[in-house]
């Protein structure tokens, strides 16, 4: 068993889980597994391959203080709109960040929509603060 460490989360999985099963490297990957290591196929079955996940350690639940917030591409008023967040939408709140004039943004995923941007602190924010980006 191998440990793997992500962002301060330790994820431990076998050699056995990262391989693919086919009838052509089956010897292959049980040496694999025997010796710690995990090789992954060059054709289609590659694509079943399963690998861990990055787990943000820092992101707090939140939400949209009234409907039509834009989600901007960056920390300030003249970046392009990615999409609109409403009250009735889950939040992710990864982090803040100090804009332009003294101003406060919140790094956000709308879960409602899978929309990623920032939205200004008058507009949304999280239940507590999850630092700085």
Request: glycine share 10%.
């Amino acid at each position: 068993m191998r440990l793997f460490k992500g962002l301060g989360v330790a994820v431990a999985a076998t050699a056995a889980v990262f391989a693919t099963v086919s009838p052509t490297s089956a010897s292959t990957q049980q040496a694999a597994a025997l010796t710690g290591t995990a090789q992954a196929e060059t054709n289609s079955a590659a694509s079943n391959t399963l690998l861990a996940a990055p787990v943000d350690v820092n992101a707090v639940s939140g939400s949209f203080y009234t409907d039509g917030v834009n989600i901007r591409s960056a920390p300030n008023y003249d970046a392009s709109v990615r999409g609109l967040g409403y009250r009735s939408h889950r939040v992710t709140v990864h982090c803040g960040i100090r804009g332009p004039l003294e101003s406060y943004w919140w790094l956000i995923t709308n879960n409602t929509t899978g929309v990623k941007g920032y939205i200004h602190q008058n507009y949304g924010g999280p239940s507590i603060n999850p630092g700085s980006c």
